[in-house]
């Protein structure tokens, strides 16, 4: 199977199903000295575990990270760090039913048109549980911007088409909030929404946005490797998004040059930008603005209520879905983004080092 590496000098590769043994990843490229445990691994894979909230699966897992190799004495050594996580709570029988059908809005058709094979307990590689891996490759990244003074947070800025009012958010609020929403206005909003979507047995989407603070200008690439268009990538990799957008996004259809652009100047002691229509990145490169993206989480697909569809065999049936699944999956997708667009930043920072001979003189003169 192709396609399970992700990045250029810092790499992932993601391994496991979602009923097998364990899921985990290989991060390869990650500088030696990095302090790092499976403690704060964790504290990012405890974000996205099931069971936390009556909005999520009631499946429980404990998703306990171990380190395998990569670090001695607490600090990276410069090898490949690999991590895993064992799945303990599968329950592969719940999947039964739907062994020889499709289910709408999952990947069951395309996997067995591409494979002419698939693992149908839980969804195998296209199983939500991939994502550990992204998140314990992402939470290595983060830790790294962190000793480099580049801070990544990440909420729901909407589900059930309920959104939040940026006068009434606060960063402080966003781990109070079940559905890790920075407004607790419209978290009870959505939380009540939310109620009356799981008694009608149906699902929830929602928006994921993402910011990047303490972001250098000048990383990223100009024609194929932009910084926003592998953030896309990355983030349009994860299983439930449908859409990216960046800055003013989409918005931007409607405006004008003169209301879109960003205009500069000189603050006294830098160039900085007067608004962030961009979302921190021109041209492919950052700008030293704070990084913007958001984004579109579908709605579960796995429902109770019964749907249509056709089984491998080609007739016409009905089926509804089994199992212990989340109502919306929007809030433990967030901490996903997050991680990702760390792996990207962090990725594109690498490779911007060879940008200008000056600085790689600077480095070598030691």
Not at 160 to 184: H, Q, V, W, Y
Request: aromatic share 6%.
């Amino acid at each position: 199977m192709a396609g399970s590496s992700f990045g250029n000098i810092f790499r992932m590769t993601t391994w496991g199903e979602s009923h097998g043994k364990g899921i985990g990843v290989v991060v390869d490229g990650c500088p030696a000295g990095l302090l790092l445990d499976e403690a704060k691994v964790q504290a990012y894979l405890d974000r996205r575990k099931p069971g936390q909230t009556r909005y999520s699966t009631p499946r429980k897992e404990d998703d306990v990270v171990e380190i395998l190799s990569g670090t001695f004495e607490g600090r990276t050594t410069g090898a490949p760090v690999s991590m895993a996580v064992y799945n303990k709570s599968q329950r592969s029988k719940d999947y039964s039913s739907i062994a020889e059908c499709y289910r709408p809005g999952h990947a069951d058709y395309t996997f067995d048109k591409k494979y002419s094979f698939r693992d149908y307990r839980g969804g195998g590689r296209s199983s939500g549980r991939e994502t550990i891996g992204r998140v314990a490759a992402g939470a290595v990244a983060e830790e790294i911007l962190k000793e480099l003074g580049i801070n990544i947070y990440a909420y729901t800025r909407s589900v059930c088409g309920i959104t939040i009012d940026d006068s009434r958010a606060s960063r402080e609020n966003i781990f109070k909030s079940p559905l890790f929403m920075p407004d607790p206005v419209a978290s009870a909003k959505a939380e009540e929404a939310l109620c009356k979507r799981m008694e009608e047995r149906d699902s929830a989407g929602g928006i994921i946005e993402c910011i990047v603070t303490g972001m250098p200008a000048g990383a990223g690439e100009p024609v194929f490797e932009k910084l926003d268009a592998n953030i896309a990538k990355a983030v349009m990799s994860i299983g439930a998004v449908k859409g990216v957008e960046t800055g003013a996004g989409f918005g931007v259809a409607g405006s004008s040059g003169s209301v879109n652009n960003d205009c500069f100047y000189n603050n006294g002691e830098k160039i900085i930008k007067k608004t962030n229509n961009a979302g921190g990145i021109l041209g492919g490169i950052s700008d030293g603005s704070d990084i913007i993206i958001r984004a579109a989480i579908k709605p579960t697909p796995s429902i109770s209520r019964p749907q249509n569809t056709v089984n491998k065999t080609g007739d016409n049936i009905k089926i509804e879905t089994k199992g212990r699944h989340d109502p919306v999956i929007v809030p433990r997708a967030v901490v996903v983004v997050e991680t990702m667009v760390a792996a990207v930043i962090l990725d594109m920072l690498m490779l911007s080092m060879t940008s200008r001979l000056d600085l790689i003189k600077r480095f070598f003169s030691l």
